[in-house]
């Protein structure tokens, strides 16, 4: 009842005033995701088709030798005209913005990155992408029993200003949800937190896996028993989620882990279902994996989404700085939606060797399993990297020095690779948990 009061009298009111038209959005994209490919394609095609339109009739130099004749573009033409859009990074996106020059009234959203690789950017967003953004997400949850106005416990940053942490909190009353937040760890605020899930009883957990991860860790030391919340699932976003993580967080909650994949730019990416494959949410975005200037398919490449409802600036071929590859076999599930791998993080997160290599940073979390909790590794010069973990009972010095040794088998034998043990591993401003930083260009 609760669920359905929070829907009727807050989410559906909230969404239309802001000019949202969720209901009818929501019935489209659930159709789309439970569609054959065909009617999927046909989908994309026809909004593929306005949303070049739209970006060819802005004045940005990012365009403007594409400009045709026609004003219309047929459906059938859009997939082979989006190879030939330029491939854009962030750094480009961000100029592209900045040249736009049209007054920016109501209608748009102001948006922001939070900056965790080092380039923040602002935006805009019209309710229409908005709208949409909301409703794949609304319609994703909905495979796991997750209805709108469902009651979450939000695992996440919190503003740090007076300001900004009273803005967030009217947010989360007005989006029913409560929020642990990522800079306060101590036990008295897990207390607390655990104290409100138990009168709060959300339908599930969203947030930074890491964190998440903790906070069942600490139920566990204290014997409180978090599978006695009518928990449905638990969504982990924002981050690597390590298989030791995911194994905590299933144990402890008794509800299945599901990673999901987006950016504050277009929302929502891909969602993983029950049968543990990563669907792509074709509704809302194509996607591309494009190696050698190429898209290929079931090879791994650098990451470009393109959004389909968009009315004021759509992103369009948008680098995410991320590597994946998309999988052509079909998933066991039934769904059509194309499945999707994300093969590492930021695709400038790697160490550079002494030799003038290579290595994806995701070789941490491959070697850093037994006896660790948490860990950052920084790589402070081109022959050195530091690491500091948070380690459990399971951590040895014998465990440490086969760590080492393993690292410095796989990375290089001129890297001189240190372990520090410390209490707790800082965050950034976001609140996220980056366990890779590189120090040097």
Avoid at 15 to 31: D, I, K, S, W
Avoid at 33 to 47: C, F, G, T, V, Y
Avoid at 217 to 235: T, W
Avoid at 281 to 293: F, H, R
Wanted: hydrophobic share 40%; proline share 4%; glycine share 8%.
């Amino acid at each position: 009842m609760r669920n359905e009061i929070a829907k009727n009298l807050l989410f559906y009111p909230v969404h239309y005033l802001r000019g949202e038209y969720v209901a009818p959005l929501v019935c489209e994209v659930e159709e789309i995701n439970a569609a054959p490919l065909e009617r999927i394609l046909s989908h994309q095609k026809e909004a593929l088709s306005r949303v070049i339109e739209r970006a060819l009739s802005l004045d940005l130099s990012l365009y403007r030798g594409l400009r045709r004749d026609q004003k219309q573009i047929d459906p059938g033409e859009a997939l082979q005209l989006l190879k030939e859009m330029p491939l854009v990074s962030k750094e480009a996106m961000r100029a592209a913005v900045k040249e736009d020059c049209r007054k920016k009234g109501r209608g748009l959203d102001y948006r922001s990155t939070s900056g965790s690789t080092g380039m923040p950017f602002q935006f805009y967003k019209d309710r229409l992408a908005t709208g949409y953004m909301d409703s794949v997400q609304y319609a994703a949850n909905a495979w796991y029993g997750i209805g709108m106005g469902d009651p979450q416990a939000r695992f996440w940053g919190m503003p740090l200003g007076a300001k900004g942490a009273l803005v967030a909190r009217l947010k989360d009353l007005l989006r029913n949800r409560i929020r642990f937040s990522a800079f306060d760890l101590s036990l008295e605020a897990k207390d607390a937190f655990y104290a409100r899930l138990r009168g709060f009883a959300p339908s599930y957990f969203y947030g930074y896996p890491s964190l998440i991860a903790e906070f069942c860790r600490y139920a566990g030391e204290k014997g409180l028993d978090l599978s006695e919340l009518p928990l449905k699932a638990v969504v982990g976003t924002g981050e690597y989620v390590y298989p030791r993580e995911r194994e905590l967080i299933s144990a402890a909650t008794g509800a299945p882990f599901v990673s999901e994949y987006g950016c504050t730019e277009v929302g929502l990416v891909g969602f993983e279902c029950r049968h543990g494959s990563m669907h792509l949410m074709a509704s809302n975005i194509v996607l591309e994996v494009i190696k050698d200037g190429e898209s290929v398919v079931d090879e791994e490449g650098d990451i470009y989404v393109t959004e389909l409802h968009a009315s004021h600036f759509p992103f369009i071929r948008y680098g995410l700085g991320d590597r994946g590859k998309i999988v052509s076999r079909p998933c066991s599930c039934g769904r059509s939606l194309p499945v999707f791998e994300v093969i590492s993080g930021r695709k400038d997160d790697y160490v550079i060797t002494p030799e003038g290599g290579k290595v994806y940073d995701a070789i941490f979390a491959y070697v850093l399993k037994k006896g660790v909790d948490q860990f950052k590794a920084v790589q402070t010069a081109l022959d050195r990297v530091e690491i500091a973990l948070v380690a459990n009972a399971e951590f040895s010095e014998e465990l440490q020095n086969s760590y080492l040794q393993e690292l410095t088998n796989r990375i290089s034998p001129r890297m001189a690779i240190t372990i520090s043990r410390v209490d707790r591993i800082e965050r950034n401003k976001s609140g996220k948990l980056r366990y890779f930083e590189r120090k040097i260009n």
